[in-house]
């Protein structure tokens, strides 16, 4: 009877495990997922849906403001639907006259069949003019300029945008209403790290700031040709424009990319390729280095006050004198400054005598860069440990004033013969600020302002260099 009792409790127990496991199978089973699921071909997957994503590194950040109280003049250029025909001389004489473009005068003239894009070409030049999808703007490529469209008696009129030119009267149609632009431009790296070539687009770029995105544009909204002692703005025009684009295994590309935003630089700024965000310590770096750049105050440095009341400097603008006020040097206060009072003259101005005014606040940081202040009399150069040129003053206007750390001590030096020993430093930051007052208030005021910042890892400034000239005319 015991064996009995015996036999059948390692029966109750051996069916017990028998069940135990096969439950434990049957639940592992139920979360597999069909076919070899080991880390190497889960990596090898993820690779594989991540080669249509670029690997994108942040090199530098721009962001500037502009504003000024004219409203644009529209001239007509061509009807879009009489090109090829009749009015393709008129585009002819746009290119050639207008954009310096030569080779226009033995081209041929043809238009797409969707009638979205109008080409312009010889056997070894080539341009296009293509049609928005809305309907509202021609942009040239690869020129970056775009054109107005305005629909009238049911053809498409080209027309070009005059800015305020201060000599043509049609154009000098000015306003109290103040047309404000804020840009980010970001200097970029794209590489393809994958097995096959990569076809990069533009339009995947984008800036998300909360619930509003902000696309890439393709123009010029800089000005810079009219702006070119502003070295922020100068120094953008220079580099390559990164445009849609296949990539080869292993390539890279270098250049940059323009956004219409609403503000100033902002940390809520969140750079994405199509869904992908393009996260960046550096970005974080470059603007805390920023806002450390703007709040400073530069007489610290450079051992002036930051305004020229007339004939005299002063710690505080003197408004008795206005508009014969000019910065030393520019911080965001500084600039605020002008861009309210400058405002402010405009309002209080006479609708006959409409005073006019032109502010531009630019601002670039490049981060984590070793780099050689190079020994010179006239000039400052400074390269990174690749020998790229970062600043350069050999193109600069007025007095420049450079200020550089040693002992805890800033050692300054000015004039037009600068003797600065050669200066070598580790993961500094630059950041470069340029500022330009330019208006019509009772007598003619301009003034351009240039600073450069080099900043450790501490936020600490080791040198500043500052080049600034403000005149009057009647």
Same mark, same amino acid.
């Given at each position: 009877?015991?064996?009995?009792?015996?036999?059948?409790?390692?029966?109750? *127990?051996?069916s017990?495990c028998?069940?135990? %496991?096969?439950?434990?199978?049957?639940?592992?089973?139920?979360?597999?997922r069909?076919?070899?699921?080991?880390?190497?071909?889960?990596?090898? &997957?993820?690779?594989?849906?991540?080669?249509?994503?670029?690997?994108?590194?942040?090199?530098?950040?721009?962001?500037?403001?502009?504003? $000024?109280?004219?409203?644009?003049?529209?001239?007509?250029?061509?009807? =879009?639907?009489?090109?090829?025909?009749?009015?393709?001389?008129?585009?002819?004489?746009?290119?050639?006259? $207008?954009?310096?473009?030569? =080779?226009?005068?033995n081209?041929? *003239?043809?238009?797409?069949?969707?009638?979205?894009?109008?080409?312009?070409?010889?056997?070894?030049?080539?341009?296009?003019?293509?049609?928005?999808?809305?309907?509202?703007?021609?942009?040239?490529?690869?020129?970056?300029?775009?054109?107005?469209?305005?629909?009238?008696?049911g053809?498409?009129?080209?027309?070009?945008?005059?800015?305020?030119?201060?000599?043509?009267?049609?154009?000098?149609?000015?306003?109290?209403?103040?047309?404000?632009?804020?840009?980010?431009?970001?200097?970029?790296?794209?590489?393809?790290?994958?097995?096959? %070539?990569?076809?990069?687009?533009?339009?995947?770029?984008?800036?998300?700031?909360?619930?509003?995105?902000?696309?890439?544009?393709?123009?010029?909204?800089?000005?810079?040709?009219?702006r070119?002692?502003?070295?922020?703005?100068? /120094?953008?025009?220079?580099?390559?424009?990164?445009?849609?684009?296949?990539?080869?295994?292993?390539?890279?590309i270098?250049?940059?990319?323009?956004?219409?935003?609403?503000?100033?630089?902002?940390e809520?700024?969140?750079?994405?390729?199509?869904? &992908?965000?393009?996260?960046?310590?550096?970005?974080?770096?470059?603007?805390?280095?920023?806002?450390?750049?703007?709040?400073?105050?530069?007489?610290?440095?450079?051992?002036?006050?930051?305004?020229?009341?007339?004939?005299?400097?002063?710690?505080?603008?003197?408004?008795?004198?206005?508009?014969? *006020?000019?910065?030393?040097?520019?911080?965001?206060?500084?600039?605020?400054?002008?861009?309210?009072?400058?405002?402010?003259?405009?309002?209080?101005?006479?609708?006959?005598?409409?005073?006019?005014?032109?502010?531009?606040?630019?601002?670039?940081?490049?981060?984590?860069?070793?780099?050689?202040?190079?020994?010179?009399?006239?000039?400052?150069?400074?390269?990174?440990?690749a020998?790229?040129?970062?600043?350069?003053?050999?193109?600069?206007?007025?007095?420049?004033?450079?200020?550089?750390?040693?002992?805890? /001590?800033?050692?300054?030096?000015?004039?037009?013969?600068?003797?600065?020993?050669?200066?070598?430093?580790?993961?500094? &930051?630059i950041?470069?600020?340029?500022?330009?007052?330019?208006?019509?208030?009772?007598?003619?005021?301009?003034?351009?302002?240039?600073q $450069?910042?080099?900043?450790?890892?501490?936020?600490?400034?080791?040198?500043? *260099?500052?080049n600034?000239?403000?005149?009057?005319?009647?």
């Amino acid at each position: 009877m015991r064996i009995l009792l015996l036999i059948l409790t390692i029966f109750i *127990i051996f069916s017990g495990c028998i069940e135990e %496991n096969n439950l434990t199978q049957s639940n592992e089973s139920a979360y597999q997922r069909p076919g070899n699921t080991t880390p190497e071909n889960l990596s090898s &997957t993820t690779l594989s849906s991540d080669e249509d994503i670029p690997e994108i590194e942040v090199t530098s950040f721009s962001s500037i403001y502009m504003h $000024d109280n004219s409203e644009n003049v529209l001239s007509y250029l061509f009807s =879009w639907d009489n090109v090829p025909g009749n009015e393709s001389k008129k585009l002819s004489d746009y290119l050639k006259n $207008d954009l310096k473009i030569d =080779w226009v005068s033995n081209a041929q *003239i043809i238009k797409t069949n969707d009638n979205n894009t109008i080409r312009v070409f010889t056997p070894n030049n080539s341009l296009e003019l293509k049609l928005a999808d809305d309907k509202n703007t021609v942009l040239i490529t690869p020129n970056h300029i775009q054109l107005k469209v305005k629909e009238e008696n049911g053809k498409l009129c080209i027309y070009r945008a005059k800015e305020y030119g201060g000599a043509d009267p049609e154009e000098n149609k000015l306003g109290y209403n103040f047309n404000e632009r804020y840009y980010a431009a970001y200097g970029l790296s794209i590489k393809n790290n994958g097995s096959k %070539n990569l076809d990069f687009k533009l339009n995947e770029l984008h800036i998300r700031d909360g619930d509003q995105i902000f696309n890439t544009i393709n123009m010029d909204p800089y000005g810079f040709y009219v702006r070119s002692k502003l070295e922020v703005l100068s /120094t953008l025009e220079k580099e390559n424009k990164i445009e849609n684009t296949t990539l080869s295994p292993g390539q890279t590309i270098n250049g940059s990319v323009v956004f219409q935003v609403n503000s100033l630089y902002n940390e809520s700024f969140l750079l994405m390729y199509n869904e &992908t965000p393009i996260s960046s310590a550096s970005f974080e770096k470059s603007i805390k280095a920023l806002k450390t750049a703007e709040r400073y105050n530069y007489s610290v440095v450079f051992g002036i006050p930051p305004y020229f009341n007339g004939d005299f400097e002063a710690f505080e603008p003197n408004l008795r004198v206005y508009p014969f *006020i000019y910065p030393n040097w520019v911080n965001r206060s500084v600039f605020e400054f002008f861009n309210k009072v400058d405002s402010d003259s405009v309002l209080m101005s006479s609708p006959n005598d409409m005073n006019f005014t032109r502010i531009v606040y630019a601002l670039k940081v490049v981060p984590e860069k070793n780099i050689t202040m190079l020994s010179g009399k006239t000039r400052i150069n400074v390269v990174d440990d690749a020998g790229e040129e970062l600043i350069n003053t050999s193109d600069s206007y007025g007095d420049d004033k450079i200020a550089i750390l040693r002992n805890k /001590t800033y050692e300054l030096y000015s004039g037009e013969s600068i003797d600065i020993p050669q200066t070598n430093l580790s993961n500094v &930051t630059i950041i470069q600020t340029s500022f330009e007052r330019y208006g019509n208030m009772d007598v003619g005021i301009i003034c351009f302002n240039n600073q $450069d910042i080099i900043m450790d890892d501490s936020q600490k400034i080791n040198i500043a *260099i500052s080049n600034n000239l403000g005149v009057h005319f009647p």
